[in-house]
Structures are given as structure tokens and as C-alpha cells.
């Protein structure tokens, strides 16, 4: 069974520019979560869904990033504008339900 | 509001030396409580999960017991390796959301040969 995707491994951008992450969740897996994960701490909670619906995004840092979930299926997290403070892994985690979280191995993100 | 607290930022031990990571909680309800370890370059891996039915997990050899008392769900193993460095990070499924799945900081484990 293949685990959850995500893309871009890495990116690199200058402040002010725009990037999107995209994440491949496991087959058959209604809830999908987006994290980030700044350098040598543990993953923080931006938004989650269950199917196509926002759960809460009441983590998400600011109006510049954006997720989205439109078929249930594959998401998308989007930063417009980025920060230097930006700069950590965004990881992406399905379950089924309530069960264990299952992760990709993250988009490494680096603004300068 | 909803917590996981691990004190303990780095731990260095020699192999087959006992570990002790702690980890307290703070939520109402009745959490599902989860110890997940991440290797370098990806991404959190679940190690052992504990609900108020069964109150212990193991997995590898290593322990956690959910003490509602004392708010605790701290991991153990009697005796590391080196293949044991990792970081681990204690790990909570809200009581009265089960959708949110919130961590603490992590604790980085080295183990010297």
C-alpha cells in the first residue's frame, strides 16, 4: 500500500514569493492534517479535514496560507507572501478516523 | 487548553543504559495518547499508542503506561541501542475532539556505541 506523498521535497524562495505544497494522503483515508514543524521542535497543527470539509483552521498562522481539500482526496497548503519565519517541514498526516496518524516525509521549506 | 509536555529536550545515553522520556498531558475527556519517533529526514512514525481501555503499549521494546491520575504517559525501554537515536515526541488525540491530534516539542535521543 503505498504511504501518503507529498511535493516538493524542498523548496527555496526569496521572501515575498508564493509556494504550494501538495499531499497524496493513503487510499481510503478520511481525515487529512498539515503540520509545521520549525527546525528541532515538534510538529505544530495548522488546519485538518475530514473528507472535503475544513475541520479547523483555526491554526493556520495568518491569511497568508491557505489549504484546501476539494475532492476529499488530495490537498494542498499554499503560503502567499512568505517569511523567513516561514522556514520549517510541512508535514502532511492521513487517518482512517480516529486511527493512528500516518505521515509523509514533509516539504522542507527555506525562505531568505 | 489542551497540552503535551515533554521537559526533556536531549537525552544521551550509552547503550544498554535504561531510558525514561516523561510526558504530562492536559485535556478533558479521555485521550488517546500516542509515542511517535522521527528519524532524520522523514517523518514521524507511530511507535505505540495507549487509551483508557488499555491503559499500556509496547512496541520494540519500548513501554508507556496512561496514569489518569498524575496526567502521565511517560516511555520506557530497559536497555538502548544506538539504533535507538531518534527523537521522540509524546502525542494526544483530544478527549472531546477526536479529529485533533496535537505533540509535544520532542525529546532527541542519542545513544553512544
Known amino acids: 500500500e503505498a504511504g501518503v506523498t507529498q511535493s516538493p521535497r524542498y523548496a527555496v524562495l526569496q521572501e515575498g514569493q508564493a509556494v504550494s505544497f501538495w499531499c497524496d494522503p493513503i487510499s481510503g483515508h478520511d481525515t487529512l492534517y498539515w503540520y509545521q514543524q520549525p527546525r528541532d521542535q515538534g510538529p505544530q497543527l495548522l488546519v485538518y479535514f475530514r473528507d472535503e470539509a475544513v475541520i479547523d483552521n483555526s491554526q493556520l498562522p495568518s491569511d497568508r496560507f491557505s489549504a484546501v481539500r476539494p475532492k476529499g482526496t488530495n490537498s494542498t497548503l499554499k503560503i502567499q507572501s512568505a517569511k523567513q519565519g516561514d522556514t520549517a517541514t510541512y508535514l502532511c498526516a492521513s487517518s482512517g478516523g480516529a486511527g493512528q496518524l500516518y505521515f509523509g516525509e514533509g516539504s522542507k521549506l527555506t525562505v531568505l | 487548553g489542551d497540552s503535551v509536555i515533554q521537559m526533556q529536550g536531549q537525552v544521551t545515553l550509552s547503550e544498554n543504559d535504561f531510558l525514561f522520556i516523561n510526558c504530562t498531558y492536559s485535556?478533558?475527556?479521555?485521550?488517546?495518547l500516542f509515542w511517535y519517533v522521527q528519524y532524520s529526514g522523514e517523518g514521524p512514525q507511530l511507535l505505540l499508542q495507549?487509551?483508557?481501555?488499555?491503559n499500556k503499549g509496547s512496541s520494540r521494546g519500548f513501554e508507556a503506561t496512561y496514569d489518569k491520575g498524575t496526567t502521565s504517559f511517560h516511555l520506557q525501554k530497559t536497555s538502548v541501542q544506538e539504533i535507538d537515536s531518534a527523537v521522540y515526541y509524546c502525542?494526544?488525540?483530544?478527549?472531546?475532539?477526536?479529529?485533533?491530534?496535537?505533540f509535544g516539542k520532542g525529546t532527541h535521543l542519542h545513544v553512544l556505541p
Open positions: 495507549v487509551t483508557t481501555a488499555n
Open positions: 485535556t478533558t475527556g479521555y485521550p488517546t
Open positions: 502525542a494526544m488525540r483530544e478527549g472531546t475532539n477526536a479529529y485533533k491530534v496535537i
